[in-house]
């Protein structure tokens, strides 16, 4: 059977998938074919059920229950520290985010909706992905959203850093992980054919952890003249680690509140509970 497989490089979409693009590893009776589209783009063709699995943004998910269920394996978490971050060119304080506007890549991202969660009613515009720093240096927005930047790049962006989403958020939750990404399966596909895909995933990242380097070189090469990557190469498959083999009870428990203050805040419809492939 032929299965359309999408993921965006950004930020380890090409690390995840290298086992299976490589031919390193194995997908049964199936014959997966992968597409490399930007995230906002996967979200849309989710929307529709063009492809039968595909990476997409955690927030997007409650608007595409109906069409696809989750993988346990695949999610990208953020920690405290890593991103995304709130940027500007002067320094700013929580109050000034009051009436600030912020340049942001797309309206479907898990940064944005960390973004409303951590101030609700937050005014945005939209700004193609690879001009959103400069947005914020020109003084097209008061601050930029920068999805897949760390407080050091940042810095070295010449931008100062508002607030880090991912530490605001495990503030508000206990210290819980920011989900961003993960990869779902049509729930329309017969229960063997989602557990192959889903078997095929976890086997091509069980690659990438044992050969990072290699995995890490391919992901550069998908990322290289896309619009929607930014990150310091150096950090790629960072994200990725033995926990993204399946996802444990605390990693399930902090997708399902990231949804819910979403849904809490009218800002995503009611995703729970969240149906997962072999559930």
């Not at 086992?19 to 597409?35: F, M, P």
């Not at 920690?79 to 971050?85: E, F, L, Q």
């Not at 409303?116 to 937050?122: F, L, N, T």
């Not at 720093?133 to 100062?160: E, F, I, N, V």
Request: aromatic fraction near 6%; proline fraction near 6%; glycine fraction near 8%.
């Amino acid at each position: 059977m032929r299965i359309r497989l999408g993921y965006c490089p950004a930020p380890d979409g090409g690390f995840i998938i290298h086992g299976l693009a490589a031919g390193k590893v194995g997908s049964g009776d199936l014959e997966i074919e992968l597409i490399s589209a930007t995230l906002p783009a996967l979200n849309d063709r989710a929307t529709r059920g063009e492809l039968e699995a595909t990476m997409i943004s955690v927030a997007a998910y409650p608007y595409l229950q109906h069409r696809y269920v989750l993988a346990r394996c695949g999610v990208s978490f953020v920690a405290s520290g890593r991103g995304p971050v709130l940027a500007a060119r002067e320094p700013l304080s929580e109050r000034d985010l009051e009436t600030a506007s912020v340049a942001v890549p797309d309206s479907t991202s898990s940064a944005i909706l960390a973004l409303q969660i951590h101030r609700p009613g937050i005014r945005t515009r939209l700004i193609p992905a690879d001009k959103i720093a400069q947005a914020a240096k020109m003084g097209l927005a008061d601050c930029a959203l920068l999805p897949t930047s760390d407080t050091t790049m940042c810095r070295q962006s010449g931008l100062y850093c508002v607030a880090d989403l991912a530490a605001g958020w495990a503030r508000q939750s206990g210290q819980m992980p920011l989900p961003m990404t993960c990869f779902a399966i049509r729930g329309d596909l017969p229960d063997e054919v989602r557990l192959g895909i889903e078997t095929a995933l976890r086997d091509s990242i069980r690659y990438a952890l044992a050969h990072r380097g290699e995995a890490s070189a391919f992901a550069v090469q998908c990322a290289n003249g896309t619009a929607c990557w930014e990150a310091d190469p150096a950090a790629l498959g960072t994200y990725v680690s033995e926990r993204s083999l399946d996802m444990d009870a605390p990693q399930r428990l902090a997708v399902e509140e990231f949804l819910r203050r979403g849904h809490d805040a009218q800002i995503v419809p009611n995703a729970l509970p969240i149906r997962f492939v072999g559930s």
